[in-house]
């Protein structure tokens, strides 16, 4: 299983940025896959997570209305479209994937068998 983030960077605050999960190994459309971050000092905190249908999505508080997860199970890839940002999502995102995982477990690290190595957004105030 292997999970390749890409697509941070730095921005200003209310800019946008685009991630991207891309997985090889396994088989991607069986698994939810989740994006998560940690920030300097801090825990790993779920960003969002989507099913392997892909039609079901859930956001932590902090992202609900800016961020929107979304996947193409024909290239293997899931997507973080990140808007109006703001310094406070400044933190290594990493994708993780995992199966057969109930709602109240889809952002929690710990339900997650399989990491992506992180990329870093950066955002300036």
């Known amino acids: 299983v292997q999970l390749q983030a890409s697509g941070g960077g730095l921005v200003q605050a209310g800019g946008s940025l685009r991630l991207s999960c891309a997985a090889s190994g396994f088989r991607f459309r069986d698994y939810t896959i989740a994006w998560f971050r940690q920030a300097p000092g801090k825990e790993r905190e779920g960003v969002s997570s989507?099913?392997?249908?892909?039609?079901?999505?859930v956001y932590g508080d902090p992202v609900k209305g800016r961020f929107t997860i979304s996947r193409d199970n024909a290239k293997d890839t899931v997507y973080l479209q990140m808007n109006s940002l703001k310094p406070e999502d400044t933190a290594v995102y990493y994708c993780?994937?995992?199966?057969?995982?109930?709602?109240?477990?889809?952002?929690?690290?710990?339900?997650?068998?399989?990491w992506g190595q992180g990329t870093l957004v950066t955002v300036s105030s």
């Open positions: 989507i099913r392997s249908s892909g039609g079901s999505t």
């Open positions: 993780a994937a995992s199966k057969n995982l109930i709602l109240s477990s889809l952002l929690r690290y710990r339900s997650y068998a399989h």
